[in-house]
């Protein structure tokens, strides 16, 4: 195991504590755990488990109680095949089939119940690489066996070193064979700086920055392949951070702009989110079932933003009391659209960037105004 | 000193960092620290200091950064008498004169801006005998001077043992010292039951019961005595946790409710948070330099309730991100605005409970419901 010692003691103390023999079980595919998901949650109990060559052996009398009924029955809910994810919320295990099933169940659930796609339109995946945007390239492939409509994949270069080129790699690789469109654009060549270099300049908040310039490369070249809609990678875990912070940060309104932009203008692309209702661990596990094998860590300059620190609040407090995500994204719903309600009688209107002709509720986009400054 | 050698431990490690002489500082009257106010963030920040003789005296070179100016000036800023607060976000060091006046003038900007009281209404105030409650009678007592109205108090007893008893000493020691009219209730004599032995039945979940039960016998005992506002110790610190829950619990619209009753009725007393523009650890200090004496700590059951686990997420982001808590406060005032407007069109109406005849939603009150299940 390539695992780090502290993460390769508590795998190997839970596995432990459950009765399993260590060697039944395959953390991941080279054997590390994926320290951005956290399969061993901080209670000690494991959230997902990859089953290497056989279930589970419960010593007689000595099941956990969190596994439940489950723990008598460590086969597939379903086919009674060899498992290999536990769900604890569901107290199942499920085979690599029938979890992929139940998860494309549940992103088409989400697209119809948002009318995120409709049958025929170009749509793009924003893929990085990693297990996100991995996963939601996955997701709509086997969504078009229901819903026809046409897929490209738009990758952004940053340009973070040791972080972004490898998962771009896997990205590249992937599409290739699945025969899927891809087209990639850097910040070197569209905005004339990587992110690194403007990191490099001193500015306190790269990611800002980041998510600023990176949106206005999707939007526009978004528009130039003539797509319909931007699909992005953010899961349930995305969805709860980002109400926390419009709370925190004292952006209220914010609510009002997550399904739909607020303002309809032709050359606004509208972004959905297929896989907003679905955890971030079972997003990382159907990417791993899909043969994603590369763990990018934590992009080097995570630590500075505030999403962060609140990331981990929130899985402290979901640790504590599960269905806390849960809860905070449906409370963003409501919100959205009670939000959103309030805002339609101010008439509001987008403008033409000066310098960029990119759509911007001021004379100048923030991307040109962030540019000039640097 | 009677604090716990951890706490003490951290204190001298801080004001050896700062140059202090650890004799010249008091933490609290009786050398105490108040663990629930922590003076001392996670940081190694101290956020308020008690001067026992003398200002700190720094060597020559060495005051802290965050200490900034205040370092070297380290006398009261408005009269160069010597300090018993320093407020680290205005870099300034306080007298105990100049500390209550600048309390005093926030609560009557806050109680004017949101016409909490009005000339010659007659008020209650909710008072438990803990630092907030003790806080709030002495602000509103300074407030009459500018603002003549009458005021009485109102205290429950919940009936926890070795928590709420010296607490209540503390509130009726005061209201004869001060010659405020005080009223007690008790669960025991109201409820038939106090909650600890609700909570000695197994119930999950005490602090929901405490709430709802003390609710009520605020709202109807205030209605007896003929008053027009019930004032609530809520601080800046309860207002940005109600803000987390409502989101956490799934409960948006609750936003709506937190100024003003989202309904009028006559047997509704609205209730005031004068203190809710006022941190914590500052409300702490205003009461100890009004003699509070008494750290009550933490309530027993505290530690079941999920509001104690986000007040230390919250604590913790604050630490990290200082402004945290008022951001978050901001964030509210403007969802309670439109959330009550959405509220609007909805025709909500009160019915009184079939079996006390207090307000409520339904046909029955919560508490009547609580109480029968019991």
């Known amino acids: ?65 969190h596994w439940k009924r489950a723990a008598y029955s460590p086969n597939c809910a379903y086919c009674k095949s060899a498992p290999a994810v536990y769900l604890p919320y569901a107290a199942q295990h499920l085979c690599p089939k029938h979890f992929r099933r139940l998860f494309e169940k549940r992103v088409k659930r989400t697209v119809r119940s948002y009318g995120m796609v409709k049958k025929g339109e170009r749509a793009g995946v924003a893929l990085s690489g990693g297990k996100d945007s991995y996963s939601l390239l996955h997701a709509l492939i086997s969504l078009r066996e229901a819903l026809p409509f046409e897929l490209v994949a738009i990758t952004v270069d940053e340009g973070i070193p040791g972080y972004r080129n490898r998962a771009i790699e896997v990205s590249k690789k992937r599409c290739r064979e699945l025969g899927i469109e891809q087209h990639i654009y850097s910040f070197r060549e569209e905005h004339g700086k990587t992110i690194e270099e403007i990191a490099d300049q001193g500015k306190e908040n790269p990611c800002s920055y980041c998510g600023v310039l990176r949106r206005k490369i999707l939007n526009s070249k978004a528009r130039e392949l003539g797509l319909d809609k931007i699909a992005i990678g953010h899961n349930l875990d995305d969805v709860a951070q980002t109400a926390m912070l419009n709370l925190i940060r004292n952006e209220p309104l914010r609510f009002a702009r997550f399904n739909e932009p607020l303002i309809e203008n032709e050359k606004l692309i509208p972004r959905i989110r297929p896989l907003r209702d679905i955890r971030e661990k079972e997003v990382a596990a159907y990417a791993f079932l899909h043969g994603h094998n590369y763990d990018s860590g934590r992009c080097p300059h995570a630590a500075t933003a505030l999403r962060w620190s609140v990331r981990h609040e929130l899985n402290s407090l979901e640790d504590q009391y599960p269905g806390t995500k849960s809860r905070i994204a449906s409370s963003f719903n409501t919100l959205q659209g009670i939000v959103k309600d309030s805002l339609k009688e101010k008439r509001l209107e987008l403008n033409e960037c000066r310098i ?12 040109c105004k962030m540019l000039s400054d640097l």
């Open 1 to 65: 195991m390539k695992t780090t010692a502290s993460s390769e003691m508590e795998m190997i103390e839970l596995l432990y504590s459950l009765g399993i023999p260590a060697e039944a079980v395959l953390v991941s595919r080279h054997g590390k755990l994926f320290p951005e998901t956290a399969q061993i949650s901080k209670s000690g109990e494991a959230e997902i488990i990859f089953y290497k060559h056989k279930p589970p052996q419960f010593r007689p009398g000595e099941p956990p109680s």
């Open 356 to 367: 960029c002709g990119e759509p911007c509720s001021e004379e100048v986009c923030m991307a």
